[in-house]
């Protein structure tokens, strides 16, 4: 985007925003519909077992078949909790109290829908549970996230050991999340344009939308993001006024 040419219109902003909470199901969704697929084939095997040794009355053979499908079972509880709070999360449009360790810790479950993220990166987490309330739609909190971490994953595609790691902290005046990765972080030509729209460097499809989308989620609502040069590592925060 050229110095002169004028920003998006609120229409257009609010446009592009439903666009990316929808393009995040479209990529992280077929995963974990993988995930449950594979828990009911691991199932399905011992089901055919327990049976066979309930016919015959070989009752050691159907306890430990009983086993495998209790684990089975479990699996896909877990895969159904995840895809059931993704869905209450994005539902959740108006301001209310939020956990943002809570949040972030169900958004990074989601992400294990992405093939990349589950095999490959190592994806890190420290996310203390008494730092307090800071308030948001948390539909809002979780897509600017989710733009933050996308483009954490995009900078660690390709690199040695890739990691990410998603922080929750107190700052000054209010709570933060911190994405941080082993990338190389923004070019010196980048780093001032970071948040401006239609820039990027990672070329190909990227339309450099992603950390200005993130950045207008939360403005409603006071919140921010921000590149931290002076880290050790290429991290951005994002930042929340407490409730």
Known sequence: MSPTAPPPSPELVRALLE????????????????????????????????????????????????????????????????????SRTDRKRAAEPLDLADLAGGELDFWRGDLFVKHDVRLERELPRD???????????????????ANAVEAVRGGPSPVVMVRARAVEGGLALEVSDSGPGPSPEMAGRLFEPFTGDKGGEHEGLGLFLAREALRPWGGAVAWLPEAPRATFRISLPRN
Do not use: F, W, Y
Request: net charge positive; aromatic share 0%; charged share 25%.
């Open 19 to 86: 666009r990316e909470r929808l393009a995040l199901v479209g990529r992280l969704l077929p995963g974990l519909v993988h995930n449950l697929s594979g828990g009911v084939q691991t199932m399905s095997l011992p089901l055919d077992l327990a049976r066979l040794a309930l016919k015959r009355g070989d009752s050691a053979k159907l306890a430990g078949k009983l086993d495998t499908l209790r684990e089975g079972l479990e699996r896909l509880t877990t895969e159904v909790g995840i895809l059931a709070r993704r």
């Open 131 to 149: 730092l307090g309330l800071a308030r948001c739609a948390p539909a809002d909190a979780a897509l600017a996230l989710n733009l933050v971490l």
